[in-house]
């Protein structure tokens, strides 16, 4: 069964690496731009999109604010990457935000974090793939008309290439990532020199459609409110960023002044494509709808439900490039696959957050441990079945689940700066060296403007998103607390329990006898073999016990065992309900409660089957037996096991696979493997 299952995982994520080879998986600077920064980057897509369908609710007027908020965002984002740039040289282990909250301000702080990015996590890919898969449903009308199923297997895709390692994903996502990031640019420059140097005009397939707005004459505090809505919508350009800080120890030395680097890199051109798809939306007059079938008229008539409204991102390139053409469909094409990679953040984010979290007991310890090619695979696993949940709940419509989104982004960037104030504070009372002082104000200075500015956001993001879903991932913050908490203290519970005492104890104490009990049903093979291994163990005493459920056959194992004359004394003990589970547990806890300082030794006799289907026929008494034994102190189990001839056959076939050589193996003849020199004979 292990081979059989051992082939198709080998053909799907490739041959195991040896742990020594880890080393060679650490990711360059071009390769970590597109595997740590393709969330914030692609984020580009869909976050201008967002402010204008949350300003469209005042009507096209108000996108005349549309500006002011991208300026806004543009601030927010240089705070936080100079803030996290401090984060990535102080700590440099992988903790990222978990590690400053942990250290800096408790354990508490610490599983808040934690908490906020494992479900910010889940939903940067389930985000991202739905948004990748409205963008292709531009191009592709099947993919829209299947969107869930479409988004689904986006998902298990993205699963697989990151199973296999995180370098090998990180070289598959760079170049759908670069291309992105060169055509949005392309875009923007087109659009530049059309409009200012040629002059033309260019206008989006929606430029002729009007806004009936929701709330007309909106005016003070509801106009504010609206904006601030519409820039905490905004705001979703800055998910991801945190990434980088996560994922330090997957940087090539020196991995913090490269993950420093790759974070002002990508800061630069988040910012500069969220601004420029702003601009040309202006430019374009783009025009988008919360409920676009009601909201958008056309000719002063509802578009109604068959209208498809595609992303801001697809209408501006089609006034730029013109619909149909080869750069357009290469700006959607590319859009599209940057968003379904963009998950790829969250995918590398993720597993090394649970790896970390089960080191420190606060998930199950499966976490912790690389799989096959050296990547986190149960934390990988865990994730993609959050996300297709997610997916599935919501029908992969974006709109919805970025209601969601970006409060546990900002609850990690405030803990976040914050613990990093207080890092700060700690190391100036114990530093005197003048430059090294400066350099720490300076720092200082920087993550605590960061702390200001993200915490007034998040107190925004909450406000203006509670009740359109943010809620929803308050509920699965607290969630992630209470469960974390909980493994916790079960983890510490077991090991003040299993704790070996100083001096002597129970535990250590050498029972005063062994009592050995041989399970018997027939006179066989495997019968003979337990009493046989029974009896070397030279036990205090020995005796066999079947269970008598036929009068007759109990009275035919009784004269066989008598025939044969086997030294060791046979109990029957009477089972009148048919029973053999109860029988035997009752017994050992007899002997137990007579003799509490005795120790009692069981021995089962098991078949060694070959075939799956024979698992099924044989041991399931045994299997029964085992599991309630467990529960009995003072009690060992032992199998005895004995291997059929199917068994063998296994055996032989599994040699014979391990032994196969490939077409023309033998025509290329084996590898020659060089011998030792001989050692000196002393008659040379």
């Known amino acids: 069964m292990s081979k059989l299952t051992d082939v198709p995982k080998r053909i799907l994520i490739g041959r195991a690496l040896r742990s020594d080879r880890l080393g060679e998986t650490l990711l360059p600077k071009r390769i970590a731009l597109p595997v740590f920064a393709s969330d914030p980057l692609s984020s580009v897509a869909y976050a201008p999109g967002e402010v204008l369908l949350v300003l469209s609710i005042a009507g096209v007027s108000a996108y005349q604010y549309s500006p002011w908020i991208a300026l806004a965002v543009v601030v927010l984002m240089f705070t936080v990457v100079a803030s996290y740039r401090q984060n990535v040289h102080a700590y440099p282990s992988g903790g990222g935000d978990y590690e400053v909250a942990n250290t800096n301000l408790g354990p508490q702080a610490g599983l808040t974090v934690a908490s906020a990015l494992l479900v910010d996590y889940v939903l940067t890919v389930a985000v991202s793939i739905s948004s990748g898969v409205e963008n292709l449903g531009s191009a592709v009308h099947f993919v829209i008309e299947h969107k869930v199923l479409s988004a689904i297997v986006m998902i298990l895709l993205l699963t697989l290439m990151n199973l296999r390692g995180v370098k090998e994903s990180g070289k598959l996502f760079a170049i759908p990532t670069y291309v992105f990031v060169a055509a949005v640019f392309a875009m923007i420059g087109w659009g530049a020199w059309k409009g200012i140097v040629l002059g033309e005009t260019m206008s989006a397939p929606t430029a002729d459609f009007e806004i009936e707005p929701e709330q007309k004459g909106l005016a003070g505090f509801a106009m504010v409110f ?368 007579e003799n509490p300082r005795d120790a009692v030794s069981v021995y089962i006799p098991e078949y060694v089957v070959g075939r799956w289907w024979e698992h099924l026929l044989h041991n399931q008494s045994a299997l029964r037996l085992k599991g309630r034994l467990l529960f009995t102190p003072g009690v060992m189990v032992t199998s005895v096991p004995y291997q059929l001839e199917s068994s063998e056959l296994a055996k032989r076939r599994a040699k014979k696979r391990q032994d196969w050589n490939a077409p023309g193996s033998v025509r290329r003849g084996p590898v020659d493997t060089p011998r030792p020199p001989k050692a000196p004979t002393g008659k040379d």
Not at 278 to 297: H, Q, Y
Not at 361 to 382: C, E, K, M, W
Not at 440 to 452: P, V
Request: proline share 4%; aromatic share 8%; glycine share 8%.
């Open 226 to 593: 609206l904006l601030l809505r519409a820039f905490s919508s905004g705001c979703a350009a800055l998910t991801g960023v945190e990434a980088i800080s996560n994922g330090v120890p997957a940087f090539r030395k020196p991995k913090s002044k490269n993950a420093a680097s790759t974070l002002a890199l990508m800061g630069g051109l988040a910012v500069t494509m969220f601004c420029g798809i702003i601009g040309l939306a202006m430019a374009t007059d783009v025009r988008m709808a919360e409920n676009p079938a009601v909201d958008l008229l056309h000719n002063g008539v509802p578009v109604g439900p068959e209208y498809v409204q595609d992303p801001v991102i697809s209408q501006v390139g089609e006034a730029v490039f013109g619909g149909g053409s080869i750069l357009f469909l290469l700006l959607a094409t590319a859009t599209a696959l940057v968003l379904f990679l963009a998950a790829n953040t969250a995918y590398n984010g993720f597993p090394l957050l649970g790896s970390i979290l089960a080191q420190d007991r606060y998930l199950p310890r499966q976490l912790h441990t690389r799989g096959d090619r050296l990547a986190f695979s149960n934390g990988i696993v865990l994730l993609a079945g959050a996300a297709i949940l997610l997916v599935w709940i919501y029908d992969a419509d974006s709109t919805k689940l970025i209601q969601l989104y970006i409060v546990g982004v900002f609850v990690s960037f405030t803990l976040s700066q914050i613990g990093m104030v207080r890092h700060w504070n700690r190391h100036l009372k114990t530093e005197h060296d003048v430059a090294a002082r400066r350099r720490m104000h300076r720092s200082r200075a920087i993550n605590t403007f960061g702390a200001f500015f993200t915490g007034m956001v998040l107190v925004v993001v909450l406000a203006t998103k509670f009740t359109h879903g943010a809620w929803v991932a308050l509920l699965g913050m607290v969630i992630f607390y209470g469960t974390m908490t909980a493994i916790r203290k079960h983890y510490d519970r077991v090991s003040a329990e299993i704790a070996a005492a100083e001096g002597p104890s129970d535990d250590s104490v050498r029972p005063s006898r062994v009592h050995s009990i041989v399970l018997v049903s027939k006179v066989h093979k495997p019968t003979l073999r337990a009493l046989a291994f029974a009896k070397l163990t030279r036990s205090d005493t020995l005796e066999a016990v079947s269970i008598s459920v036929d009068t007759a056959e109990t009275k035919a194992l009784r004269e066989e065992w008598d025939r044969r004359g086997i030294n060791v004394p046979l109990k029957i003990l009477d089972s009148p309900y048919r029973e053999i589970t109860r029988p035997v547990i009752e017994y050992v806890k007899g002997l137990r409660s």
